[in-house]
């Protein structure tokens, strides 16, 4: 299957030229020649992180292009979805912005598309023929890798807040792991704040555990600040934070986090272990 790859251009089967004209506007020019020999009734990827407005753009209007050239199956694969954490409208005055970004997507009428790690099953519901490419494969080989540089011992793995819980527990089960770790917390919806962290698991339990906390974004990382804090109050040796997608809008020292491993879906970053999300797409 030929690619158009957004995110790596030396990876890409076809060649493309990226404009940005005078006003902001993303511009995209397919080079025909390396269409030529292309069979135009078999499947075509797009590889490519949706983290800005104008990423989106482009995704869109490779789609017309390929429309016009008679492409039949375009199937995109993405990498990270912009707007996938607003998937509802919190308070009144908000915008439901997930849905808005459904919409434009269901309209250029792709094939497939595949959404690394999506915050939520709300994605896959809004967003037609799409399907979610899980954090297992992923995690499994942050594990592995840890281990592979430090002592094997305890671990377990820590779910950050409710939200997270439901997919851990299928991570844990297909890692075959049976130590997982419940944590909550308390969101300020109108202003952010994060409050009253909590854990059923005693220090006894946790005492000199390596904790492995798992989710799928890391902002500002004020929940896992509060999380790792928490674990090391009740006695838990290192606490390592395992995220898909890594924003890092307040930079990489999270106080209490020990290690961080991520990938580059969301931007590339060389200040933490990051791994190349086309390993996973």
């Known amino acids: 299957m030929k690619t158009i790859n957004l995110i790596n251009a030396a990876n890409s089967d076809i060649s493309y030229k990226l404009i940005q004209f005078p006003d902001g506007q993303p511009h995209i020019k397919l080079d025909m020649a390396s269409l030529e020999n292309i069979d135009r009734k078999e499947p075509l990827n ?19 292009s390929l429309d016009y050239l008679e492409f039949e199956q375009v199937v995109l694969n993405i990498s990270y979805l912009l707007a996938a954490r607003m998937d509802r409208v919190m308070t009144t005055g908000e915008p439901f912005s997930l849905k808005v970004i459904a919409q434009l997507l ?29 954090n297992h494969t992923f995690v499994q080989d942050v594990l592995q890798d840890y281990f592979s540089r430090h002592q094997p011992g305890p671990f377990c793995l820590v779910s950050p807040d409710a939200g997270a819980l439901k997919k851990i527990h299928q991570l844990a089960q297909f890692l075959q792991v049976e130590d997982v770790v419940e944590c909550m917390k308390e969101r300020d919806v109108k202003t952010g704040a994060l409050t009253n962290f ?16 798992i989710d799928d974004i ?10 790792a804090q928490l674990l090391k109050s009740k006695a838990a040796g290192r606490v390592i934070l395992v995220v898909s997608h890594g924003i890092f809008s ?11 491993f991520c990938t580059n879906s969301f931007r590339d970053l060389s200040d933490v272990n990051c791994r190349s999300v086309l390993n996973y797409l």
Request: hydrophobic share 35%.
């Open 198 to 213: 909590t854990t059923t698991a005693s220090a006894t339990h946790l005492q000199e555990k390596t904790c492995f906390i």
């Open 106 to 134: 269901n309209q250029a009428g792709f094939k497939k598309i595949r959404i690394f790690d999506p915050h939520s099953e709300v994605s896959t519901a809004l967003i037609d023929r799409s399907y979610p490419v899980t």
């Open 218 to 227: 890391c902002d500002g990382g004020g929940t896992f600040t509060g999380t």
């Open 46 to 64: 797009i590889i490519s992180r949706i983290a800005t407005a104008n990423d989106l753009l482009l995704v869109l209007f490779i789609k017309n």
């Open 250 to 260: 307040k930079g990489t020292q999270l106080s209490g986090v020990d290690d961080i």
